[in-house]
């Protein structure tokens, strides 16, 4: 089955520096790659997703690029902000309504 | 658009006693899931169903814990007898085909 790795664990950037966050995973048959953040205390919540067939998508300071023949793919966050910090997770699936796999997660501190 | 809505938000019980968590999915979404998070192991698929179906129970823990969905609307957790390592954030989340998977608010759940 699907397995995805995640790193760092933890990540602490400068406020106003880049955050990038790298998994990878094992199933070429996976198609669909969700970014997900989680705040402290709250539910994970979708903040980007790329299918296969687009190496890179970018929404304001957060982009995506994927890289299929390396299984690699990675979030970049640009000019990040203090509410930036919380726990990121990506993950990997077939099909979008089918069980979607999760990374460790990262934790991600932004320091003033 | 309620989104989906999960209780209680917190559970605190006497470990032995039973549990029962509780879901309702986003109105039209035809794919349930159930996952637990703790910072040891992250966040766990349980268990998920399709048209009130269930398609994948391989995360399952143990007999203890079984999983039910009698109508599109609703979804139940139970724990007979729960334990103290069951203590954790259970999530349950919908989506519908095409669509990504939308999160409750989670059920924090504390076996004493």
């Known amino acids: 089955g699907e397995n995805v790795e995640q790193h760092p664990s933890t990540l602490s950037v400068q406020e106003g520096d880049s955050a990038v966050i790298k998994c990878t995973y094992s199933d070429s048959a996976s198609n669909y790659f969700p970014w997900y953040k989680q705040e402290l205390g709250k539910r994970p919540q979708l903040i980007i997703d790329?299918?296969?067939?687009?190496g890179e998508k970018k929404d304001q300071r957060i982009a995506v690029t994927l890289n299929k023949t390396a299984k690699h793919f990675s979030l970049h966050i640009t000019e990040t902000q203090p509410e930036d910090s919380a726990v990121y997770f990506c993950?990997?699936?077939?099909?979008?309504?089918?069980?979607?796999?999760f990374g460790k997660g990262t934790r991600l501190h932004i320091l003033p | 658009d309620a989104g989906v809505i999960q209780s209680p938000r917190h559970e605190v019980t006497e470990m032995g006693q039973e549990v029962t968590l509780r879901c309702k999915p986003i109105?039209?979404?035809?794919?349930l899931f159930w996952y637990r998070q703790t910072m040891m192991r992250g966040l766990e698929l349980l268990i998920y169903f399709n048209n009130n179906v269930p398609i994948d129970d391989s995360g399952m823990p143990e007999d203890r814990f079984s999983a039910k969905m009698p109508n599109a609307s609703f979804s139940t957790l139970k724990i007979q007898p729960s334990e103290p390592r069951d203590s954790a954030v259970y999530f349950c989340?919908?989506?519908?085909?095409?669509?990504?998977?939308?999160f409750g608010d989670g059920t924090r759940l504390s076996i004493l």
């Open positions: 109105s039209g979404h035809n794919s």
């Open positions: 993950a990997a699936t077939v099909n979008r309504d089918d069980k979607i796999i």
């Open positions: 790329i299918r296969s067939n687009v």
């Open positions: 989340a919908s989506t519908y085909r095409g669509q990504p998977q939308h």
